[in-house]
Nanobody, 114 residues
């Protein structure tokens, strides 16, 4: 069955960095684009970043452009989100998403302290 498993979240100080990973299984990962989202308490889920099948095309939400980088390793069935210059408002649960079929991971918590 399809699984998306995120990891790499945690507690970090403002200005710090984290790298999230999402390992995919149960489908032909290299054939599909992937996305990252986040959801803060009391807010709607927010799109963050998109990456095409081979990684040649990426797009970002304005809120993270220039600070976050999405990448993928198709040999490892993994999509990453490198997050730099983190701010307290980046605190949220972060999810990876296979948009073609509508699958989501369980999420990983990122907390940024001021």
């Amino acid at each position: 069955q399809v699984q998306l498993v995120e990891s790499g979240g945690g507690l970090v100080q403002s200005g710090g960095s984290l790298t999230l990973s999402c390992i995919a299984s149960g489908f032909s990962f290299s054939r599909y684009a992937m996305r990252w989202y986040r959801q803060a308490p009391g807010k709607e889920r927010e799109f963050l970043a998109f990456i095409s099948t081979a990684g040649g095309t990426t797009t970002y939400a304005d809120s993270v452009k220039g600070r976050f980088t999405i990448s993928r390793d198709n040999a490892k069935n993994t999509v990453y989100l490198q997050m730099n210059s983190l701010k307290p408002e980046d605190t949220a649960v972060y999810y990876c998403n296979w948009p073609t079929a509508g699958y989501w991971g369980q999420g990983t918590q990122v907390t940024v302290s001021s």
